[in-house]
């Protein structure tokens, strides 16, 4: 009606307005994005149930992220919606129990807290971080139980190396942090700080001494402040409940088979927002490429 008024009576916008109950701004939208026919969506429903399927952990963002990598161009409002719409939004969630506490107080030497929450870093192996995190299996009794304790370079988030242990042991948090600093590149033009908790193990002269003879920094978080090392909380809640969520391992096998199976796919193939839709390991090996 609006379009007839002024093409064929010459009538000005203000006066077709006028004779019909629309506002001005919603006419001019209208004429800049007129309708369009209905897209059929079957195609994309499909992508992103498969996506859903291979990686039930991810949410609209995350399976955005592997559509854009896959070369479609799709909003996450979007596939908010679809994902709604066919009930495949996450519902992980890890019971909490009592968490496993590695301090038992001042019994060695107390480093201050370098990193002091900042966590970001564009050089690889300038700030690791680690901690020791309890995984139970069968009847969940003391007997049951085995300790993981990764070490995460905050560039990318990759889990560099990492042990399994019955028991929290001194030797058993320093075999991955050997292994760790063993793999850092000489030359890097910067030193590295190793970041942990105030935990037993980390006081003890032994971990002390050898991060002053790699000449690396070390950093603690301040007691009883879990933000302090908040990436690799972070990393124990995502394991935990994504796998354990809706998993019981009734022996110590399935369970250390189950977390190093998790952990390959966590460095090689779950994608995070923050990394540009990449892996861990997807991520460095982009920056390498660009690098060359």
Known sequence: MIDDLRQNRHVSLKEALSFVPIAKSTYEYNEKHPATEPVDESQLIADIEQVHKDNPSYGAVRITDE?????????????????????????????QVRKYNSYKGEVGELAD????QRFFTDRPYQKLTSDVSEFRFGGESMKERVYLAPIMDLFSDRILTFGISNHPTVNFVLEPLKEALGSIPKGL?????????QGFQDQNYRWVDLLKSRRIFQSMSRKATCYDN???????????????????????RELITAM????????EVRI?????????????????????
């Open 67 to 95: 559509l854009h990598n896959q070369g479609q161009i799709i909003n996450h409002k979007r596939v908010l919606r679809i994902t709604k719409q066919h009930g495949w939004t996450i519902n992980n969630y890890h019971k």
């Open 113 to 116: 807290n370098l990193l002091n």
């Open 189 to 197: 033009g910067y030193r590295t700080t190793v970041h942990t908790d």
């Open 230 to 252: 908040a990436p690799m909380e972070a990393f124990f809640s995502i394991m935990k409940a994504e796998m354990m969520t809706n998993h019981h391992y009734e022996t110590k």
């Open 260 to 267: 190093k199976k998790w952990i390959k796919y966590y460095n």
């Open 272 to 292: 995070k927002h923050n990394l540009g839709g990449k892996s861990p390991v997807q991520y460095c090996e982009e920056v390498v490429r660009k690098a060359a």
